[in-house]
């Protein structure tokens, strides 16, 4: 994504000649210094979403690493004295691939992106990114489900495991319990479990 017009001549030959369904890309570039990172609303990158708007597939908005520098440096936003491990974990999972990729896709929104191509759809995982426009993405929680379910349709949704870190049998098990938890009716159960991405992604 450092190279938006490389970008959007890959993304084209992933679709057409590979069957790809819903491209993956990372956030946002940390740049080659680490001290600045580039999002995707910038007139520069109208080059990419003009070619997944023609191809009319969604884009899949995936956390990504920030520069290491930024994690372990004494005094830099997540370095934690004594503790490399909880700086590497508010840098990643715990809270920075959350934000920033929130961030990156409201970007998108105050950029004016989808004034400029109205037929974009993008696919946030992790309950949402802090945002509910959602793929389950092995957040394993009812209470969360409930509150996003407050707020998003629930055609938004979309049942997905965070393959290879989510577990297939975790995920079995959140889902069963979806259901008996009487949150969403049987309809709109199939709904996030299948049908959502049957609809979105073109399935058969």
Not at 54 to 73: A, G, M
Not at 137 to 161: C, E, Q
Not at 164 to 189: D, H, I, Q
């Amino acid at each position: 994504m450092a190279l938006p017009t490389e970008a959007a001549n890959q993304l084209r030959t992933c679709v057409n000649e590979y069957g790809f369904v819903v491209p993956l890309i990372d956030a946002y570039v940390v740049q080659p210094s680490g001290d600045k990172y580039r999002f995707y609303e910038g007139r520069e990158y109208d080059v990419f979403w003009q070619t997944v708007q023609e191809l009319d597939v969604p884009v899949y908005l995936h956390p990504s690493f920030p520069s290491l520098d930024k994690v372990f440096t004494p005094g830099e936003l997540y370095s934690q004295e004594g503790s490399a491990a909880a700086s590497a974990g508010l840098a990643t999972a715990g809270w920075d691939w959350r934000s920033r990729t929130g961030l990156s896709f409201l970007r998108l929104c105050t950029g004016g992106v989808f004034d400029r191509f109205p037929k974009l759809q993008i696919v946030l995982g992790h309950m949402g990114e802090m945002v509910p426009w959602v793929a389950i993405s092995a957040v394993w929680d009812l209470d969360a489900m409930r509150m996003v379910l407050a707020v998003t349709d629930v055609k938004r949704f979309m049942y997905a495991v965070d393959y290879p870190l989510g577990s297939n049998v975790e995920g079995k098990t959140f889902m069963e319990g979806l259901r008996k938890s009487k949150l969403v009716s049987e309809k709109e159960f199939r709904g996030i479990a299948y049908e959502n991405s049957k609809t979105s992604l073109r399935l058969k």
